[in-house]
């Protein structure tokens, strides 16, 4: 099989995802980059965060467009928040200093469990 065909083919398989992680590091900013500023005004932190998330939306449309003819909407929706989760813990690890506990560990593992059902499909 070509490498074109096999890029083209696995193109709207991998580009929400990669979308996604992009347009989740944006919106993570957007919403918690300015817990690192407390003495900003109110007005200006939300205006920047509404700035941020722009290119959010330029990000997350397009991928969840890509990828519905993939992915069912329940499964495009668990992919966003199994990545806003993951992009999420990152930041509050290496942007906040925040601790990552046990459990933390424990309820992203009951998350990643949820996931694995969405996309196993139907009991019988």
Same mark, same amino acid.
């Given at each position: 099989?070509?490498?074109? &065909? ?24 957007? /919403?918690?980059?300015? &817990? ?7 007005? %200006? ?12 939306? /330029? &990000?997350? %449309? ?9 992915? @069912? ?10 990545? @806003?989760?993951? %992009? ?16 933390? %560990? ?16 139907? &009991?019988?």
């Amino acid at each position: 099989m070509p490498a074109a &065909l096999v890029a083209s083919s696995l193109f709207p398989v991998l580009a929400p995802i990669g979308l996604l992680i992009a347009s989740n590091v944006f919106m993570t900013f957007a /919403w918690y980059g300015h &817990l690192k500023f407390p003495g900003a005004a109110l007005w %200006v932190v939300v205006m920047a965060s509404w700035g941020i998330a722009f290119f959010e939306y /330029w &990000l997350a %449309v397009p991928a969840n467009r890509i990828g519905y003819g993939v992915y @069912s909407g329940a499964e495009l929706k668990t992919i966003h928040e199994v990545i @806003s989760l993951s %992009v999420f813990a990152l930041f509050a690890i290496f942007y906040l200093g925040e601790k990552f506990t046990l459990n933390h %560990v424990l309820g992203f593992a009951l998350i990643a469990l949820g996931a694995f059902f969405i996309f196993k499909g139907p &009991l019988k």
